[in-house]
């Protein structure tokens, strides 16, 4: 059974986020004194009392206004409604009652979910209960004065919201794998996440830093379960304000750090910039599983060479991640975006794979009888005694070696070359150790790590 839903819904900038990172203990939503910040529908985790349930955030709600994103606010808005077993309507106690609030309040009353009433910005315990009074003309039923920044009354708050939602249900969890869909802005991202989940789950312009939050869906696929996390467009540092974009890049380059897999969404007309070496960098960095999606392949004038020159291209400037599998897709018509959950799936499982020491120490053993490692002008040469895997999620394996000096950077890369000949590895990036080791240690342990 899935967890319930309530929505979190009120006017611009009375603090809902604010709330949402009160009631889950974590500081994701982004919070930043400007209305229209939070955008996207986000969900969020939440228990109390014997409770788990799911607070879903939304814009802030404005009717009779289809200036910029609002009227695509107010879509989200209306289908977290839809979804919600119980609403929270948040309104600004410092304020007090406002027409936008009454407007807000008056469609709630023609809603089917049941709604509590939170007043925000109510830090003062002696004014706070003076401040909620004002609400009851609103026609929701008591008004809980709470301060989202402080903590204080949000206790009163749940104990009323409870009261709706279905009792905790035992389920069996299965493990899920975690996608987060990275690129530069308006390279798609948010039209893939919809396209994955059949639905307008994120909002889709062509205004790039449309997405600011990460918002996570949780799809299944038979009998897999994938949390898909959209990020925000992520552009050059230099180009980018203190403020709401700030954040939600930070939000992104998290999402990659508590991913297994990445999504790198490449713009097909605009090609392979510097920002989106970087983010592959920064990917590999992280030491992520990654699938390289070049999306709005629908849009490319073609010839039957186009996608041959397109792949020379990506060799010449993402070489460094030749590992990766890549797949050409529209998300807009849907071409080809049910085959990125196969990449996916095997990127997982190599991200995830051992490789006993046996089979890690014959690789070494051919790699090294075809190629030994070249001598210094000294004489002195590199030896490689034995290798282990120490840990996956990435593959990381450790080499153990009489000098890791004089093994130079062109004999690792034919090492670890090796390794993904030999072994596969595609889709992952995988670490080498290299660990120096004194010959009476090794003779030592090296028949024990051989029989591992």
């Not at 900038?13 to 009160?22: D, H």
């Not at 097909?268 to 990654?290: F, P």
């Not at 030896?383 to 990435?394: E, N």
Request: charge should be neutral; glycine fraction near 8%.
């Amino acid at each position: 059974m899935p967890l319930p839903i309530v929505a979190i819904v009120g006017r611009p900038n009375v603090g809902k986020s604010t709330l949402v990172n009160r009631l889950t203990g974590e500081r994701q939503s982004i919070v930043h004194d400007q209305p229209g910040v939070t955008r996207d529908r986000t969900y969020r985790e939440v228990f109390w009392q014997d409770r788990d349930f799911l607070v879903v955030d939304t814009g802030g709600l404005v009717f009779d206004d289809d200036t910029e994103f609002l009227p695509l606010i107010r879509q989200q808005v209306m289908t977290a409604l839809a979804e919600a077993q119980a609403v929270i309507f948040v309104v600004d106690g410092q304020m007090g009652s406002t027409p936008a609030d009454q407007e807000v309040a008056q469609w709630l009353r023609q809603q089917t979910a049941p709604v509590v009433l939170a007043v925000n910005k109510c830090e003062s315990i002696h004014q706070g209960s003076a401040q909620a009074a004002d609400f009851w003309q609103l026609g929701l039923g008591e008004p809980f004065a709470l301060s989202a920044i402080h903590g204080s009354g949000t206790g009163e708050l749940l104990d009323q919201l409870i009261t709706y939602l279905p009792e905790n249900i035992e389920e069996v969890e299965t493990p899920e794998i975690k996608v987060a869909i990275v690129g530069r802005p308006n390279a798609g991202k948010s039209s893939l996440l919809n396209a994955f989940v059949g639905e307008q789950r994120a909002i889709v312009s062509p205004i790039s830093g449309t997405t600011r939050d990460t918002i996570d869906m949780v799809v299944q696929r038979g009998e897999q379960t994938y949390r898909l996390i959209d990020t925000a467009g992520i552009r050059r540092q230099k180009n980018v304000d203190y403020g709401p974009e700030y954040f939600g890049i930070h939000r992104a380059f998290k999402a990659i750090q508590r991913s297994d897999v990445v999504l790198l969404v490449l713009d097909a007309l605009d090609g392979i910039t510097d920002q989106d070496q970087k983010l592959a960098g920064r990917i590999v960095e992280e030491g992520r599983a990654c699938v390289l999606v070049v999306n709005k392949w629908d849009a490319v004038e073609k010839d039957s060479y186009t996608i041959y020159e397109f792949r020379d291209i990506l060799k010449q400037r993402l070489g460094f991640i030749d590992w990766i599998d890549t797949i050409f897709v529209s998300a807009l018509s849907g071409q080809r975006v049910e085959k990125i959950f196969d990449l996916i799936n095997a990127a997982a499982e190599q991200y995830q794979r051992r490789v006993s020491t046996a089979v890690i120490n014959e690789v070494l053993e051919e790699a090294v009888s075809w190629h030994t490692p070249p001598a210094t002008r000294q004489g002195r040469q590199g030896k490689i005694y034995y290798g282990t895997q120490v840990s996956s999620s990435p593959p990381t394996i450790a080499l153990f070696v009489n000098d890791p000096k004089l093994l130079k950077e062109n004999y690792r890369r034919y090492i670890e070359g090796q390794f993904r000949k030999q072994l596969g590895f595609q889709g992952t990036p995988i670490r080498l150790l290299w660990r120096g080791k004194k010959a009476r240690e090794v003779a030592a342990t090296a028949n024990r790590a051989t029989r591992v």
